[in-house]
C-alpha cells in the first residue's frame, strides 16, 4: 500500500544467505563487495551518546557475540566521537577483529556530561531567582546536546551513503545510549530536529539499511524515555528493531543476525509527472497470519528539477572529508607493474555505467559525470 492505495508489484525478488564467493586477486581493488551476498553488518559503537562504564559493558557482550555473526559476514565495526573512527573496515580479514575490539578503548568525551548539567533552582527557591551561572550551565547543556545530536545523524547518514550500492538488506547495529530529538527553548518553542531526521532516515532507507540500536545501559533506573523513544523511531522507520531495559545485550545482536538471514525485496513504480518532495507511508500485508513484518515505513519523493538541484558540492566535501568509502558509484581497479619495470605500476580503473543515471534525449542517452 502506497500512501493507502494498493501498487502493483513489479520487482519481487528472495534473498538468502549464500556461501563466500571466490577472493579476488590481491591486486585487485573496489569499493564494491567482491563475493557472494553474505550478510553485511555495520556494529557502531557510540560513543558519543554512551557513559564510558556502558560503552565498556557493550564493548564486552560484542565481543562474546561474535559469534553469532556467522563466518562469512562481511562486518564493519566503527565507533562514534565527533566523527566516525574506523576500528575494523569491510575486507579486512575476521580474524583481526576479536583483537581489535579488545583494544578499543571506551572514551568519554565533553558533550555527554556537558549536555546532561541542567541545574535548576535549588529546592525551596523560586524560579525568578536562578542564577547566571544556573542559566549559564542550561545554555552550555543546550550547545553540547545539539552537538550531540547533529553529529550523530551526520555519522547514520554518512554509514547510509557508504552501503547504499551494496546490494540486499543490511544491518547496523548500533550500541547506543541514544539521544533527544528535542532541546530547551529555541524561540518560540523546543528546537526540533525534524528536517535533520528526515535526511538521515532518507539516506538509510535509500540504502537499505535497517537500525537495531541496542541500549547497553541494561536496566537503568534513571533513563530519559526521549533518547529511548528516539531509538524506537529510527529503527521502526527503517524496518528494526530497539532493544532496551534488558540486560542480555546479546539476544539484541542475535535478533538483528537472524531477521536478515532471509528478506523479500518489493518493488514497484512511481510516475514522475507531478511528483513534488513528501514523505509516503507505506504498508506491506500479507494474508499469513502471526506474522510480524519488519520494513521501512515510507519513503521520501523529489521532483527530477530538485534532485539536480542537491548541492553537488555539499555531497561532495563530506564523500572527500568523511571516514567512510563512499560506495554509490562502483569503482573497480587493478594494479600491476608496467613493462616489469618495479619502480612502475599500471593502474586500470573501471566504472560500472549501470549504476550511472542517464536519460534518453532521442536516439541518445545522457548523463552527467565529474572526476575529479
Given at each position: 500500500m502506497d500512501q493507502g492505495r494498493p501498487r502493483q508489484i513489479a520487482v519481487f525478488s528472495l534473498e538468502t544467505e549464500r556461501p563466500a564467493g571466490r577472493t579476488p586477486p590481491p591486486s585487485f581493488f573496489s569499493n564494491q563487495p567482491t563475493d557472494g551476498r553474505r550478510l553485511t553488518a555495520v556494529i557502531l559503537l557510540d560513543c558519543l551518546n554512551t557513559r564510558f562504564e556502558?560503552?565498556?559493558?557493550?564493548?564486552?557482550?560484542?565481543?562474546?557475540?561474535?559469534?553469532?555473526?556467522?563466518?562469512?559476514?562481511?562486518?564493519?565495526?566503527?565507533?562514534?566521537?565527533?566523527?566516525?573512527?574506523?576500528?575494523?573496515?569491510?575486507?579486512?580479514?575476521?580474524?583481526?577483529?576479536?583483537?581489535?575490539?579488545?583494544?578499543?578503548?571506551?572514551?568519554?568525551?565533553?558533550?555527554?556530561?556537558?549536555?546532561?548539567?541542567?541545574r535548576g533552582p535549588a529546592p525551596g527557591i523560586p524560579r525568578a531567582g536562578a542564577s547566571t551561572g544556573t542559566a549559564n550551565s542550561r545554555l552550555e547543556a543546550e550547545f553540547y546536546r545539539r552537538r550531540r545530536i547533529e553529529y550523530t545523524l551526520k555519522a547514520l547518514s554518512g554509514i547510509g551513503l557508504q552501503l547504499s550500492s551494496v546490494p540486499g538488506r543490511k544491518i547496523l547495529i548500533w550500541f547506543s545510549a541514544g539521544f533527544p530529538l528535542t532541546m530547551g527553548p529555541?524561540?518560540?518553542?523546543?528546537?526540533?530536529?525534524?528536517?535533520?531526521?528526515?535526511?538521515?532516515?532518507?539516506?538509510?532507507?535509500?540504502?537499505?539499511?535497517?537500525?537495531?540500536?541496542?541500549?547497553?545501559r541494561g536496566l537503568p533506573l534513571d533513563a530519559d524515555r526521549q533518547t529511548i523513544d528516539t531509538m524506537v523511531e529510527i529503527a521502526e522507520r527503517t524496518g528494526g528493531r530497539a532493544f532496551y531495559n534488558r540486560n542480555d545485550l546479546a539476544f539484541g545482536v542475535q535478533s538483528a543476525v537472524e531477521e536478515s538471514l532471509v528478506s523479500y525485496t518489493l518493488g514497484f513504480y512511481v510516475d514522475d509527472e507531478g511528483?513534488?518532495?513528501?514523505?509516503?507511508?507505506?504498508?506491506?500485508?500479507?494474508?499469513?497470519?502471526?506474522?510480524?513484518l519488519r520494513y521501512r515505513q515510507g519513503y521520501y519523493t523529489e521532483p527530477p528539477a530538485a534532485k539536480k538541484a542537491a548541492s553537488l558540492a555539499?555531497?561532495?566535501?563530506?564523500?572527500?572529508?568523511?571516514?567512510?568509502?563512499?560506495?554509490?558509484?562502483?569503482?573497480?581497479?587493478?594494479?600491476?607493474?608496467?613493462?616489469?619495470?618495479?619502480?612502475?605500476?599500471?593502474?586500470?580503473?573501471?566504472?560500472?555505467l549501470p549504476s550511472l543515471q542517464i536519460s534518453q534525449h532521442g536516439a541518445r542517452w545522457r548523463g552527467d559525470i565529474e572526476i575529479l
Open positions: 556502558d560503552q565498556g559493558r557493550a564493548k564486552r557482550r560484542l565481543i562474546q557475540s561474535l559469534d553469532q555473526l556467522g563466518p562469512d559476514a562481511r562486518v564493519a565495526v566503527y565507533t562514534l566521537e565527533r566523527e566516525i573512527r574506523v576500528l575494523h573496515a569491510f575486507g579486512d580479514s575476521a580474524e583481526l577483529l576479536p583483537a581489535r575490539l579488545e583494544s578499543f578503548v571506551p572514551q568519554s568525551g565533553p558533550e555527554l556530561d556537558a549536555s546532561d548539567r541542567e529555541d524561540g518560540a518553542g523546543f528546537r526540533m530536529f525534524s528536517p535533520e531526521m528526515t535526511r538521515t532516515m532518507a539516506a538509510l532507507n535509500d540504502a537499505n539499511v535497517a537500525v537495531y540500536p541496542i541500549d547497553p511528483l513534488r518532495s513528501e514523505f509516503r507511508p507505506l504498508q506491506v500485508r500479507v494474508s499469513r497470519p502471526g506474522v510480524t555539499q555531497l561532495i566535501k563530506d564523500a572527500v572529508a568523511g571516514p567512510l568509502d563512499a560506495t554509490s558509484l562502483p569503482v573497480a581497479a587493478s594494479v600491476d607493474l608496467a613493462g616489469g619495470n618495479p619502480s612502475r605500476v599500471l593502474v586500470k580503473a573501471r566504472l560500472e
